[in-house]
């Protein structure tokens, strides 16, 4: 029986053309939601305002479309502006304003080389921790530093627990928010908000109940289901994928131009692009040309793995 009332989002950051590894990701979500019946909402993440460009929206809608993957509300034209970041401060400055009155959240004047210096790494990954310096930062000290020019981000203290949830494809995780991440920053200097405040935002006030994105994202998650939790929001169903990755295990990126879709659009077919990403994600046991349509009914997560998937620079199939 399929889920009416399950709602997912393709949200894309402008920053650069698109390339297979994105495409693989959305594909993904598509998939999931259209299977069930489900309502799809696009929403364009373009908090970065220096990397983020009108021109690269355009050509991700262009993009989608030209694949087939459709979806139900959120970004079609420049007038969407609900479902744009850049045009939701307001509503994640009500939200730092509700976090502001139930936890500790507090200014920080470290500068990136201050951070660089006196951060720990974590263990696992080498992510740094936040050392905690302007947490106990008295009144005089703060005046001192804002006479000195220096801007402000926002942080929030975390607490000294568990965060767990279980994830579709990657079983249980948990993170310590403490050892793990440290205090986040909620709203940054130059005064832009982080990622991890506004895709909480968002997917809570736009209801998503699923959201499917690449494993690269999986430790992210602790942190904004405790945020989602502060908020009142209920937590969606988490379901993190493998990357597509270069023979070195490097992840294929947007400023690397890894199979960048501007080249992809002038060699081949969606239907090429769709069967090559189905047969790697083992949808479908021969390599050919499929629809994203037609393959609805080839698509079950038990077929994807959690292994990254390797990309050759070169893929004959596509330009054959």
């Not at 493998?242 to 400023?255: A, F």
């Amino acid at each position: 029986m399929s889920d009416k009332k399950a709602i997912g989002r393709l949200a894309p950051t402008p920053s650069g053309r698109m390339h297979l590894g994105n495409i693989f990701t959305a594909l993904l979500v598509w998939l999931d939601i259209r299977k069930q019946g489900g309502e799809l909402i696009l929403r364009i993440e373009d908090l970065d305002r220096e990397r983020c460009r009108l021109e690269y929206i355009s050509q991700i809608v262009d993009d989608f479309t030209w694949l087939g993957l459709d979806w139900d509300k959120g970004y079609f034209d420049h007038d969407s502006t609900d479902y744009l970041q850049s045009r939701r401060t307001e509503r994640y400055e009500k939200a730092l304003h509700v976090l502001s009155r139930k936890e500790f959240i507090y200014p920080c004047y470290c500068n990136r080389k201050e951070r660089m210096i006196a951060n720990a790494p974590h263990a696992s990954d080498g992510t740094l921790l936040y050392h905690g310096r302007c947490r106990t930062l008295e009144i005089h000290e703060i005046e001192e530093l804002e006479k000195m020019g220096r801007n402000k981000s926002m942080r929030i203290t975390v607490p000294d627990q568990y965060v767990a949830f279980n994830d579709n494809q990657y079983g249980k995780f948990e993170e310590n928010l403490t050892s793990a991440c440290g205090d986040f920053i909620l709203c940054r200097s130059d005064g832009v908000f982080a990622y991890q405040l506004a895709v909480v935002v968002d997917d809570g006030e736009m209801g998503i109940t699923r959201v499917v994105r690449g494993r690269d994202l999986l430790s992210s998650t602790s942190r904004q289901i405790w945020l989602m939790e502060k908020l009142g929001y209920k937590i969606p169903q988490y379901t993190h994928v493998p990357l597509l990755v270069d023979s070195t295990g490097r992840r294929l990126s947007k400023r690397d131009k890894d199979l960048s879709f501007d080249a992809l659009r002038k060699n081949t077919t969606p239907q090429k692009i769709i069967g090559y990403l189905a047969y790697q994600i083992g949808l479908i046991d021969v390599l050919d040309s499929i629809t994203a349509r037609e393959l609805l009914e080839e698509f079950s997560w038990e077929k994807v793995g959690i292994k990254d998937i390797i990309i050759p620079s070169e893929i004959s199939f596509l330009n054959s």
